[in-house]
């Protein structure tokens, strides 16, 4: 298993840039979306590219998320 994680103060684009990056993968041919969940602020998205499943999630800003 390998785990990307962004890690700046707040303000810095760190959602922006992890939503962009859920529907650039989702226009990609062989990526088929397994689950998905948008809320107001935060999203998550699981998506499968050709047997691997990656797991992408906006959430973390709260300490009870670390």
Do not use: P
């Not at 529907?23 to 935060?42: P, T, Y």
Request: glycine share 10%.
């Amino acid at each position: 298993m390998i785990v990307v994680a962004l890690q700046e103060t707040e303000k810095k684009g760190k959602t922006d840039t992890l939503k962009r990056l859920i529907n650039l993968f989702k226009g990609i041919r062989g990526v088929s979306l397994v689950k998905e969940k948008a809320a107001i602020k935060d999203q998550w998205a699981v998506l499968d590219y050709f047997g691997k499943k990656i797991g992408i999630t906006t959430r973390g800003d709260a300490e009870r998320c670390r």
